[in-house]
């Protein structure tokens, strides 16, 4: 997949731009606080309806206006397609074709992938962080998982009211409770599927770009405790058992105790918890290498080409890394979008950008 151009308004510093892209490298550059990261924010932002860095819409409203919108028109294997998103303070508009969507049908229209500094956070913070990443991440490839997750999380919600009314005695909790059982277990078989997937090419990628004596693993760690290739029923079966050894403490409490909602995934370098034992800059390059392998999750799901996005490549790794990625990406046809203080070496369209104004070479 290709993004060919892209409009926008109103976002952060930028000025309201048309910018055309090519279809392979596009490199920004700038000084500090000029836009770098606002530009790919803007990109990321208008293919998934969400910023990378910051949960809160309004933040990337430009000061002083109320309403923010930009539109991309991208190809992928089949035709020439459009996407667009508008906020006002409250209300976020998706399109996808100039016609209005809802979020469940513009997910994942198009695929990509970020890296930017605050990608850290995956391995140093808290299994919340991993999670929702996890979770985007799998639904951005499957959209079964989505509405899985959609289901789960509102089943979710009925069943902690029921036990904060203290209320299971109710009939209907038993049938929201089998339902809500049946969803876990779809969402826990899903992660279990696609941590063994993306496990291989962890590692492979891991020694192929920068240490090829150290083997990276991901680790799903689940309430249920370590299960190879089980079956849905087979989870099912194993949920349903710890429900019942934690029943009275869960009504003492008045909240879900377990369930997929608090798992985590832990990553491993030669065995060891990165979170614990990694260097900064390891730390850094596991991240990276979690981020290439989606590249071929994604193709393998969706037989398409992910866009990739790199936030200040010159801040994150030494020169020998630098170059070994940027290899590895002239070797593949992806559309690269990265930004940088310092020229790369590298054949690419660039973009300069002084203020919030960007202009082309
Ligand atoms: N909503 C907003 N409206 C207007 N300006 C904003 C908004 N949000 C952030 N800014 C400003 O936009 C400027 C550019 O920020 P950005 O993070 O894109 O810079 P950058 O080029 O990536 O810098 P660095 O190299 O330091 O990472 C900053 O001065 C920031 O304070
Ligand atoms: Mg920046």
Do not use: C
């Not at 997949?1 to 409009?7: A, P, R, S, T």
């Not at 992660?191 to 770009?209: A, G, Q, T």
């Not at 985590?264 to 390059?285: I, P, T």
């Not at 392998?293 to 996005?309: R, V």
Request: proline letters at 2%.
């Amino acid at each position: 997949m290709q993004i060919l151009d892209m409009n926008m308004i109103n976002f952060r510093n930028l000025d309201d731009e048309h910018l055309e892209f090519d279809r392979r490298f596009n490199l920004f550059l700038g000084k500090n606080g000029q836009g770098k990261t606002s530009i790919l924010e803007a990109i990321y932002f208008t293919m998934t309806g969400k910023s990378f860095r910051t949960s809160k819409n309004k933040e990337m409203i430009k000061y002083g206006y109320h309403k923010m919108g930009s539109f991309v028109n991208y190809e992928d294997k089949i035709a020439l397609k459009s996407l667009s998103v508008k906020i006002d303070e409250k209300k976020k508009f998706y399109s996808y074709n100039k016609k209005n969507v809802k979020y469940g049908e513009f997910l994942g229209k198009i695929n990509v992938i970020s890296f930017i500094p605050e990608d850290i956070e995956l391995i140093i913070g808290s299994p919340s962080v991993r999670r929702s990443f996890f979770d985007y991440e799998i639904a951005q490839a499957d959209p079964e998982y989505y509405l899985y997750l959609k289901s789960f999380s509102k089943l979710l919600k009925f069943r902690n009211k029921y036990l904060k009314d203290r209320n299971t005695r109710d009939p209907i909790f038993e049938i929201y409770n089998l339902e809500f059982i049946k969803y876990a277990s779809l969402v826990i078989k899903k992660r279990i599927e696609y941590v063994k997937n993306i496990s291989r090419l962890l590692s492979l990628n891991y020694r192929k770009l920068f240490d090829g004596e150290k083997e990276l693993s991901l680790v799903y760690k689940s309430f249920l405790g370590e299960m190879r290739s089980p079956t849905v029923e087979e989870i099912e079966g194993k949920i349903k058992k710890s429900y019942e050894k934690v029943r009275e403490r869960e009504l003492r409490y008045g909240y879900s105790l377990i369930g997929p909602q608090r798992d985590d995934f832990l990553f491993l370098l030669s065995g060891k918890e990165a979170k614990a034992y990694s260097s900064q800059g390891e730390k850094k390059s596991i991240v990276f290498a979690l981020k290439i392998s989606e590249i071929d999750m994604i193709i393998k799901e969706k037989k398409e080409t992910p866009i990739f996005i790199i936030d200040d490549i010159s801040s994150y790794f030494d020169s020998i890394r630098k170059e070994n990625i940027l290899k590895y990406f002239q070797r593949r046809e992806i559309q690269l979008f990265i930004s940088s203080t310092s020229d790369l070496d590298i054949d690419a369209r660039r973009f300069h950008i002084d203020r919030g104004g960007i202009s082309g070479e």
